[in-house]
């Protein structure tokens, strides 16, 4: 009872008066709140945005829209974690939100779909007017060092080196077809880069070619689990094309559902098999 970073974290669904989530808010005394936010309630929304400089991260996994547009006003001087499932139509809002979040360091947008538009959410990056707004329009790029897209991007053309992220450190891309993002995008400090969808690429992008590529930095590529889906026969051939994009890579992250794409049964058994066979020989050496 008398330990604030036990009541630090909210699940709003769980309340159903205000009662207690005011009792959760004053146990939790001066704490940063991380709050989760599934249905939508503004007695509850109310409560605790009566605390706006302590919310720390902002899990939206609700109807996006309804609840944006009751926050947008807010001052979120200390949030550093906003993830957002992207329900429908945010483009009047979201704008808004991000010239609010200055201490923004991770963004997770989910469920991009057809109307994420390259097109505006370049032009809003670089400062740009656009005919309509973009899921990323206006972000604070330059206070983020981690984020995450979701969703599917497959289709979209990104204008070369037009995105720019300035002390990002970790990008994950869990969209179909990610190169032509990676074209897009300059990240001097990138250091991980984490990957996950079916993937659906036929070429590497026209920026890697060649000895030198601008993801030198890069020293941990992960291969996350796929989200209900089956590795694409072709996994091998992005893996290369991956390592071509990644010339610095240092550490690998494999799930066990890539182990067979990337290594064919019959060498994997081999590697197998050598491996064994020189431990063996190791031991009998000893012995």
Not at 31 to 60: M, S
Not at 97 to 125: D, E, G, P, V
Not at 229 to 255: W, Y
Not at 258 to 270: G, R, V
Request: aromatic share 10%; proline share 6%.
């Amino acid at each position: 009872m008398d330990t604030p970073s036990i009541w630090s974290e909210i699940w709003l669904e769980n309340y159903i008066t205000s009662t207690l989530l005011k009792l959760h808010l004053e146990r939790s005394r001066q704490a940063p709140l991380t709050i989760f936010l599934r249905v939508y309630d503004p007695e509850l929304l109310d409560v605790v945005a009566a605390h706006p400089n302590r919310w720390h991260a902002l899990w939206i996994l609700c109807d996006t829209l309804e609840f944006l547009d009751r926050i947008c006003y807010l001052g979120l001087p200390s949030l550093e974690l906003l993830v957002l499932s992207l329900e429908r139509d945010c483009a009047k809002s979201l704008p808004m939100i991000y010239s609010r979040l200055s201490a923004l360091k991770h963004l997770q947008l989910r469920r991009l779909s057809a109307s994420f538009s390259a097109s505006s959410m370049t032009a809003n990056l670089l400062g740009n007017s656009a005919p309509h707004s973009a899921f990323l329009g206006n972000i604070p790029a330059e206070s983020l060092t981690k984020l995450s897209l979701w969703g599917t991007t497959y289709g979209s053309k990104f204008p070369r080196d037009s995105i720019h992220f300035p002390v990002l450190e970790y990008l994950i891309l869990r969209i179909i077809d990610p190169m032509s993002f990676l074209e897009a995008v300059v990240a001097p400090r990138l250091e991980r880069f984490e990957f996950s969808e079916q993937y659906c690429g036929h070429h590497i992008c026209r920026a890697f070619k060649g000895p030198n590529s601008k993801f030198d930095n890069v020293r941990h590529l992960i291969f996350a689990e796929f989200l209900h889906v089956t590795p694409h026969q072709d996994t091998s051939d992005m893996a290369k094309e991956l390592c071509q994009v990644f010339h610095g890579l240092r550490h690998a992250t494999i799930n066990m559902q890539y182990l067979f794409s990337l290594f064919p049964p019959a060498e994997w058994w081999a590697i197998q098999m050598t491996t064994i066979a020189l431990s063996t020989t190791g031991c009998t050496s000893r012995a």
